[in-house]
């Protein structure tokens, strides 16, 4: 009798640990599953943390990439289209333009000395000079000429397209401020307005040219900018930079160029767009290219050869649920 009760509590023990088993197993999974997300967050806190720090904001440098007091030419330029356009400007066109005014201002004064009523009392009745109507045709044709051939080269210049590996930068002009965007660099667009008079003085930049977000490029890579407008007709202008083209709603035009060095070079908006026109400054912050790098990245972006986030980082191995014993059976 002994015996026919201990194998009856051994079989109901035994089937206890049997229905018990799987109980246990899905209480041990909703715990795994828990600590999965932790064990993501502690894989994402080092990314997280690697992410590096924005480069330090440039100081902008009197005098260069902005009007100088009592300035009567064109700004310093610091791009190789600029170079060219001043070269145009001061040795091609300034001394032909003095020398024809100086010329005809000479000219005037001796026919008024010359052909007074006192010094030649006898007019000459001359008509024709075949000479001098040669002369005053060919000289003026030869000088357009002279002139059109660097001017012809310059819009050609202006006008190149970008290579292939320049950086691209949308341009949205709104009333009244820009907005920058990297599509290839994976940054949204955000917005650049004026600074107020005290935080300009507060960083040393000029009142009604500072702004609070810099339009961020590199310094010696060629640039690529796809401008347009959100609301009315504005016009991206830098000076420095010989840049200009206007942003027009419903159309992309676009504009490249090279900065030469680093530096904060600034413009404004050239096309009359509405009240405060005169106050949506651009601020171009040129850094060298490994600076300019860090700051893509510190912005969330990256450069082209980077290794997407989640193909750099080693995916971690998923969590096993520590396997439970079930109880021994124990004779009573």
Same mark, same amino acid.
């Given at each position: ?6 194998? @009856? ?51 902008? @440098? ?55 009523? #006192? ?18 045709? !060919?000289?003026?044709? !030869? ?19 970008? %290579? ?36 300009? !003085? ?27 407008? #959100? ?7 830098? %000076? ?40 949506? %400054? ?42 439970? %014993? ?7």
């Amino acid at each position: 009798m002994n015996m026919l009760r201990s194998i @009856v509590l051994a079989g109901l023990l035994g089937l206890n640990a049997v229905t018990a088993a799987p109980v246990l197993a899905q209480e041990a999974a909703p715990a795994a599953q828990t600590a999965a997300p932790a064990t993501d967050a502690a894989a994402a806190a080092p990314a997280e943390a690697a992410k590096p720090a924005p480069p330090a904001r440039l100081k902008p @440098v009197e005098g260069i990439g902005m009007p100088r007091p009592g300035e009567m030419t064109f700004q310093e330029q610091f791009s190789s289209t600029g170079h060219y356009a001043r070269w145009i400007h001061d040795a091609v066109l300034l001394p032909i333009i003095t020398v024809i005014s100086l010329f005809v201002l000479g000219l005037l004064l001796w026919v008024i000395i010359r052909y007074r009523r #006192a010094a030649n009392p006898t007019p000459s009745k001359t008509a024709h000079n075949t000479v001098i109507e040669v002369v005053w045709t !060919l000289a003026p044709v !030869l000088i357009l000429v002279g002139i059109a051939i660097p001017s012809i080269d310059l819009i050609a210049k202006q006008y190149k397209p970008a %290579p292939k590996d320049a950086l691209t930068v949308k341009v949205t002009g709104y009333q009244w401020y820009w907005g920058y965007e990297y599509p290839d660099n994976g940054i949204g667009e955000f917005v650049s307005n004026m600074l107020p008079a005290d935080k300009a !003085l507060a960083n040393g930049e000029p009142y009604l040219l500072g702004a609070d977000n810099r339009l961020v490029l590199p310094a010696g890579k060629p640039i690529k900018l796809i401008i347009t407008g #959100a609301d009315v007709i504005h016009s991206f202008a830098v %000076p420095s930079l010989w840049v200009k083209m206007d942003a027009v709603p419903g159309r992309l035009n676009e504009k490249s160029f090279t900065i030469d060095k680093p530096g904060v070079y600034y413009g404004q908006c050239s096309e009359l767009c509405g009240a405060r026109h005169g106050f949506m %400054p651009i601020a171009i912050e040129a850094l060298p290219p490994a600076q300019f790098a860090q700051w893509v990245r510190s912005q969330g972006g990256t450069m082209p050869g980077d290794k997407p986030a989640d193909a750099a980082a080693p995916a971690a191995p998923a969590p096993q649920a520590a396997a439970t %014993p079930a109880p021994a059976a124990t004779n009573s």
